[in-house]
């Protein structure tokens, strides 16, 4: 189970966190459970001065072969002992358990509070109950709200008397009230007691409907399943293995809608399957069917299969390739398409078959034998909306909850395939679809699926520049399909900043704010690209506005401050660092960019050492003098008041705690180190670069 972070919010913390619920969520697609499979259990206490416990869960009935979850207890016939309903997260979810077991001594109390002594359902009252000739002579129970897992037991609370020869009195303790005691009590009653009153002897309803066992039939397992699938899915690029050796791409016939099945020769229903179809290639010839069969002897764990004897199957069977092999990466692909059908991930079985119509899109997936006759019959779906594709998808009628039938999702095949490392296959297939779905674009909610996919091309397009005109293109093309999509703004954005195209990239998130002028977040990400590009005053601007309306954004007022100084405003810049240490003390860069403006200003007005002195010196002791950066900058506060030894040093220990390739933080430190040897100061430009 993932552990939500309670102090460490870094980064790394939070992308194990995530990590953590995602790697949960896998296992629940491929159906495993929180906890494992769990059965009912049901243990006898064997009594003794040592208590111990044996089961007794299949004796009594308990040990059915589910996934157990909740029980509660009740007496439904009111005959005096407990009853059971038990839920389970297989089926049946609920199931009923009648007590059977000889009658017992019982009495039972159902308490209501007043409101005023104590709550209506009188949660939390607490019964003693006080027996004559037993050798327990008290019994305690607690009315509880919540007694498992998503369940609630009866509030009637239950006693068993044993050898108990008569009840001496009832002491209720009412949640905030006084103890209440209650005589005359008799076994083999119901009572119901109102707080601060008597017992009233209450009588069950008679004319109950009685409940008719049942044994349990438990359906055979079957891993076969016909699902249809939502328009939009497009099949993905399949590879095939030739007699030589070398691969092939495979592309089905356009306009031809096509059968793909997977099998082997060691497979007995593949071939079952195989020979009945063999016996309808008419039918199939007549529909216009191309049926594509690819052998998998050589792939996973039975790579000893004869290929003499799968080149003699496929010749029988006549069938399109009926004797080639699938390379594997296909059959992944291939089993990606279809876990991303349903939540459910289950493995591709053997015989599996893909129903695709003459666009290449998927119609139905058929995992196990499936016949001739209902692979015609499925033909007619290929011109079916997505409202008649849901209809057919079932294996009844009823009314939905929701009229309007969606369309497939390509991306989560995408998805699957970057979860298994897989990330070129996941970029082939994203093109794959847009040449599939371009052609329909004009059809009702294409061009939102269409842009959904480009956007997620252009996402995964590897960061070497190489590929940047590729993830230009792609987003480019997500934003003229969805144009007021913000997700598309912003990444396409980013990608023309990266790629030097800093107006455009602010051409575009200024339309993104446009879009939703009440974003305040989008309006700090075009003051931040306003900043990369160096349009400072732009940048201001738009800070301004920002803060205006959230003036306790520390981050964004450290950002404005940076603006400042680069536009040559030191005494603003001052004020901007000062409001946002107020705001948000731990700000330690903040307080460095201060110091340093403070310590090194070339104005005498605006430079003041001491001031930059007492902030470099509480980083440097917040940081046990392990910073560089903030080691740097109290080497020039000392510099600047006149202390060149002292500076001297604290720039040698900032060199040291450099990795060996700083770049130019490292060169800087150096150059200000030989000012400090000569005692000389450092100043800042007057306007930085």
């Known amino acids: 189970m993932s552990q939500s972070p309670v102090n460490d919010f870094s980064g790394q913390a939070t992308l194990r966190y995530k990590q953590g619920w ?26 003794g001065d040592s208590p111990s416990f044996a089961t007794v869960s299949n004796v009594t009935g308990f040990d059915f072969p589910d996934d ?80 498992g897992f998503l369940s609630q037991s009866s509030n009637w609370l239950h006693f068993g008397l044993g050898d108990a020869t ?27 007691i109102l707080a601060g009153k008597g017992a009233e002897v209450f009588t069950p309803p008679a004319g109950r409907q009685p409940l008719t066992p049942s044994e349990s039939q438990p359906a055979a397992l079957d891993e076969s399943a016909r699902i249809v699938v939502p328009p939009g899915l497009p099949l993905p690029q399949l590879t095939t293995i030739t007699a030589d050796g070398t691969t092939q791409p495979w592309e089905p016939k356009s306009g031809r809608p096509t059968v793909i099945n997977i099998w082997a020769s060691w497979c007995a229903p593949c071939i079952a399957e195989l020979t009945e179809w063999a016996a309808h290639e008419d039918a199939f010839t007549a529909a216009g069917v191309d049926i ?115 369309r497939a999702d390509p991306q989560r095949v995408a998805s699957l395939m970057l979860d298994h490392d897989e990330a070129d296959a996941a970029i082939e297939y994203l093109d794959r679809c847009i040449a599939v779905l371009t052609p329909q674009q004009e059809q009702p909610g294409r061009k939102d699926q269409l842009g959904d996919i480009y956007y997620m091309a252009g996402l995964l397009q590897p960061a070497s520049s190489k590929h940047k005109n590729r993830a230009i293109a792609s987003l480019t093309a997500a ?20 790629a030097g195209r800093a107006e455009e990239a602010a051409a575009e998130m200024l339309a993104a704010v446009k879009i939703n002028s009440t974003d305040l977040s989008l309006k700090a990400d075009l003051a931040d690209l306003y900043e990369r590009s160096r349009q400072f005053a732009k940048a201001r601007a738009i800070y301004d506005e920002f803060l205006a309306a959230n003036p306790k954004d520390a981050p964004a007022r450290y950002r404005l401050a940076g603006v400042l100084v680069s536009l040559n405003d030191p005494r603003a810049a001052i004020q901007q660092y000062k409001q946002t240490l107020s705001d948000s003390p731990r700000t330690l860069e903040a307080a460095n960019a201060l110091a340093r403006l403070l310590a090194g200003h070339p104005d005498d007005a605006i430079r003041s050492p001491d001031e930059a002195l007492m902030l470099t010196q509480r980083l440097c002791s917040a940081t046990k003098e392990k910073n560089p950066d903030f080691l740097d900058s109290l080497a020039l506060a000392l510099a600047n008041k006149g202390q060149y030894p002292e500076a001297v040093a604290a720039a040698q220990k900032a060199i040291s705690l450099l990795p060996a390739n700083s770049g130019p933080a490292g060169e800087g430190i150096k150059s200000r180190l030989k000012l400090y040897q000569s005692n000389q100061p450092w100043r800042s430009p007057a306007s930085p670069p």
């Open 479 to 498: 934003r003229d399909l969805i144009p007021v999509d913000l997700r598309i703004r912003k990444a396409l954005a980013q990608e023309l900043f990266g």
């Open 166 to 192: 008569g009840i001496e009195k009832l002491v209720i303790r009412w949640p905030g009230g006084k103890p209440q005691e209650i005589t005359g009590l008799e076994a083999g009653k119901f009572y119901r």
């Open 68 to 147: 157990g979850r909740g029980l509660a207890t009740v007496d439904w016939d009111f005959d005096g002992d407990l009853d059971v309903w038990l839920t389970a997260r297989t089926a049946p979810r609920v199931r009923f358990l009648k007590n059977n077991a000889q009658p017992r001594p019982f009495v039972a109390f159902k308490l209501r509070g007043d409101g005023i002594l104590a709550n209506r359902d009188a949660i939390g009252a607490r019964l003693e109950l006080h027996l004559r000739g037993s050798k327990h002579p008290v019994r305690i129970r607690t009315l509880r709200g919540g007694e």
């Open 292 to 406: 594509v069969a690819f052998n998998t002897d050589s792939l996973g764990e039975n790579t000893t299969s004869d290929p003499t004897k799968v080149a003699a199957l496929g010749k029988k069977f006549s069938f399109s390739l009926a004797g080639a092999r699938l390379h594997e990466q296909g059959l992944h692909a291939l089993d990606h398409l279809q876990r991303s059908v349903l939540d459910r991930w289950k493995p591709l079985p053997l015989p599996a078959t893909f129903l695709a119509d003459g666009k290449g899109e998927l119609i139905a997936i058929y995992k196990g034998s499936v016949t001739s006759a209902q692979l015609l019959a499925d033909l007619k779906l290929s011109d079916a909306d997505p409202s008649q594709r849901r209809a057919a998808a079932i294996p009844f009628p009823g009314r939905w909850v929701d009229e309007k039938a969606g």
């Open 22 to 47: 995602r790697a949960l969520n896998r296992l629940l697609h491929e159906d495993r459970s929180f906890s494992g499979n769990e059965r009912d259990c049901a243990f006898l206490n064997c009594g």
